[in-house]
C-alpha cells in the first residue's frame, strides 16, 4: 500500500538549533515529494518539491530536502531554526503520472523556543 | 490574486444529517481536490474534479459526494453524517490540466454532534 512515514511526530528544539525531520514513503514506482508546513491559523503552504532533477531541493525560509532514492526517505533540513518555524510539517508524496492523490504523512508538530 | 477559498469556516450539524461544503480555486486553477484532516493526523484524499468530473477518487464512501461547477468551484456533499465525519475539510485547487502542485485553502472544520 502507498504510505508515507514521519519518524517524529512532535520536535522541540531552542532557536539556532538545526532541523531534520524524517519522511519514508512506500510507492511502488516515480514519485514527486513535497513538504508543506501549516504555521497555526494559517492553511498548509508548499515549503518545497522535488519532481526530478538534482535530488538536493531548496525551498522557502532557508528549508531544504535531500531525496534518497535508495532509501525511498525525503528528509527535511534547516541549519538554523527561528522561533518563527513553529509549525507542523507534512510529508506527501504523488505518483508520476497521478495529478490527484497527494498522500500525506501524519505530520511532524515543531516547536521552536526562544 | 485571490488563492484557494472554502466556505463556511465552522459547521456543526447532528449525527444523520447532510451537509455540504464549498470551495472556490485559485485563479488560473481548473482542477479541485477534497482532503479530510482528522485531528492529529495528516490529510486523507477524498476525490478530484477536473472538467466537472470525478477524475480520481480515495477510500470514502459513497456518503461522500461531489460536484465541480463551470466556473471551477467545487462542493463537497456528505450525507447521512457520523461522529467519525468530524474533521478538517480541505480543499485544494491545481493548475490547467496536469499539475502537480496543489493550493490548499483554509479549511471548513466539521463538527458532527
Known amino acids: 500500500a502507498q504510505s508515507v512515514s514521519q519518524h517524529n511526530h512532535h520536535v522541540i528544539l531552542s532557536e539556532a538549533a538545526s532541523l531534520e525531520l524524517g519522511c519514508n514513503y512506500s510507492y511502488g514506482g516515480t514519485v514527486n515529494l513535497f513538504w508543506y508546513v501549516q504555521y497555526p491559523g494559517q492553511h498548509l503552504q508548499l515549503l518545497l518539491k522535488y519532481f526530478s532533477g538534482d535530488p538536493l531541493v531548496k525551498g522557502i525560509k532557508g528549508f531544504e530536502a535531500e531525496f534518497i532514492k535508495s532509501k525511498f526517505s525525503f528528509n527535511l533540513r534547516k541549519p538554523s531554526v527561528q522561533w518563527s518555524d513553529t509549525a507542523e510539517y507534512f510529508c506527501?508524496?504523488?505518483?508520476?503520472?497521478?495529478?490527484?492523490?497527494?498522500?500525506f504523512g501524519q505530520g511532524t508538530t515543531l516547536q521552536v523556543k526562544p | 490574486d485571490a488563492g484557494v477559498t472554502q466556505s463556511p469556516t465552522h459547521l456543526i450539524k447532528t449525527r444523520g444529517q447532510q451537509v455540504t461544503l464549498r470551495c472556490s480555486p485559485k485563479s488560473g486553477h481548473d482542477t479541485v481536490s477534497w482532503y479530510q484532516q482528522a485531528l492529529g493526523q495528516g490529510p486523507q484524499f477524498i476525490f478530484q474534479y477536473y472538467e466537472e468530473e470525478e477524475r480520481q477518487r480515495g477510500n470514502f464512501p459513497d456518503r461522500f459526494s461531489g460536484h465541480q461547477f463551470p466556473n471551477y468551484s467545487s462542493e463537497l456533499n456528505v450525507n447521512a453524517l457520523l461522529l467519525g465525519d468530524s474533521a478538517l475539510y480541505l480543499c485544494?485547487?491545481?493548475?490547467?490540466?496536469?499539475?502537480?502542485?496543489?493550493?490548499f485553502g483554509p479549511g471548513t472544520r466539521l463538527t458532527v454532534t
Open positions: 485544494a485547487s491545481s493548475g490547467r490540466g496536469f499539475s502537480y502542485e496543489q493550493y
Open positions: 506527501a508524496v504523488i505518483g508520476s503520472g497521478n495529478t490527484g492523490k497527494l498522500i
